[in-house]
Structure formats: structure tokens, C-alpha cells
């Protein structure tokens, strides 16, 4: 089995900045892709931002320049520099992951950016 944890959402002003990490431990291999999603209430999951093995990331547009994702292989971990935040960044930020074929998720974290 593969855990995946998510770490750092909590209650901002908007212009703020929160920093997310995901830590995935149990039966790894090598991990994949590595992404961060959201999701409000009642609305699709929306991808926020990608990462490969090799570095190579991708954002959604309402994000880039204020978002930065990163990643440590070494450490199985994830990050997510979110700088400029706005209240409609405000949502649940999930953790995401892929190793030998399998997606796992983690359980969300909340963000709230209050105006």
C-alpha cells in the first residue's frame, strides 16, 4: 500500500502565501508524475499544477506566476509555494501521485484565503 499525506493548508489573507507538501511512503517504487488538484464544494476536481520525475511542470492558467510546484525524489515529496493568493484559491488542494501504474491520492487539505 502507498500512504499519501498532505500538509500545510490553513486560513490566509488574501496577498498571503501558503506552502503545501505531500509525503508519500509504503510500497514505492519509483514515483511518476506528482500534481496538486482542488476541488470546491460541488464542483469538479480541477488540476492546479503537474510535475515529472524530470522536472517538467505544468500549471493551470489561473495560477502561474503565483504557484510554483517543485518536488524532492529523494524524499518522495511534493511541494506547492502558493505566493498572491486570492479568495478564489480558496478550496480543498488533494495531492497526487503515480508509481507502478497506480494513481493514489491523499485525503485533501483546506485552504482558505479570506478577503
Known amino acids: 500500500q502507498v500512504q499519501v499525506v498532505e500538509s500545510g493548508g490553513g486560513l490566509v489573507q488574501a496577498g498571503g502565501s501558503l506552502r503545501l507538501s505531500c509525503a508519500a511512503s509504503?510500497?514505492?517504487?519509483?514515483?511518476?508524475?506528482m500534481g496538486w488538484y482542488r476541488q470546491a464544494p460541488g464542483k469538479q476536481r480541477e488540476p492546479v499544477a503537474t510535475?515529472?520525475?524530470?522536472?517538467?511542470?505544468n500549471y493551470a492558467d489561473s495560477v502561474k506566476g503565483r504557484f510554483t510546484i517543485s518536488r524532492d525524489n529523494a524524499k518522495n515529496t511534493v511541494y506547492l509555494q502558493m505566493n498572491s493568493l486570492k479568495p478564489e484559491d480558496t478550496d480543498v488542494y488533494y495531492c497526487?501521485?503515480?508509481?507502478?501504474?497506480?494513481?493514489?491520492w491523499g485525503k485533501g487539505t483546506l485552504v482558505t484565503v479570506s478577503s
Open positions: 510535475i515529472t520525475r524530470g522536472g517538467i511542470t
Open positions: 509504503g510500497r514505492i517504487f519509483i514515483i511518476g508524475t
Open positions: 497526487a501521485l503515480t508509481t507502478l501504474g497506480t494513481d493514489y
